[in-house]
């Protein structure tokens, strides 16, 4: 069965940094992109930033520049290094895999649990 674990986060004064990782476990084939979403409270969950499995890299405007997100192929992991952190970063933030597993050859889109990060002025 397919897992998304994330780890990471937390709380962070403003201008300070953050890490979120993510580890894809269960049976995968193969992964195509991965990111990270969040969602804040009354607000729809929104695209952070993406990777594709050789490494190209796309970033929502509000992050470019501050955040930078890694993965490691080997490992089925994705990381988001979060710099120069605002309270408008302040969200669950979940992790997003568009994989193949042996239990079904079909590309499908899997989510993590979220993960809170917290960043106070």
């Known amino acids: 069965q397919v897992q998304l674990v994330e780890s990471g986060g937390g709380l962070a004064q403003a201008g300070g940094s953050l890490r979120v990782s993510c580890a894809a476990s269960g049976g995968i084939v193969s992964i195509r992109a991965m990111g990270w979403y969040r969602q804040a409270p009354g607000k729809q969950r929104e695209l952070v930033a993406t990777?594709?499995?050789?490494?190209?890299?796309t970033y929502t405007d509000s992050v470019n520049g501050r955040f930078t997100i890694s993965r490691d192929n080997a490992q089925n992991t994705v990381s988001l290094q979060m710099n120069s952190l605002k309270p408008e970063d302040t969200a669950v933030y979940y992790c997003?895999?568009?994989?193949?597993?042996?239990?079904?050859?079909?590309?499908?889109?899997?989510w993590g649990q979220g993960t809170q990060v917290t960043v106070s002025s």
């Open positions: 997003n895999a568009d994989l193949a597993s042996y239990t079904s050859t079909y590309y499908s889109e899997f």
């Open positions: 990777i594709t499995s050789g490494g190209s890299a």
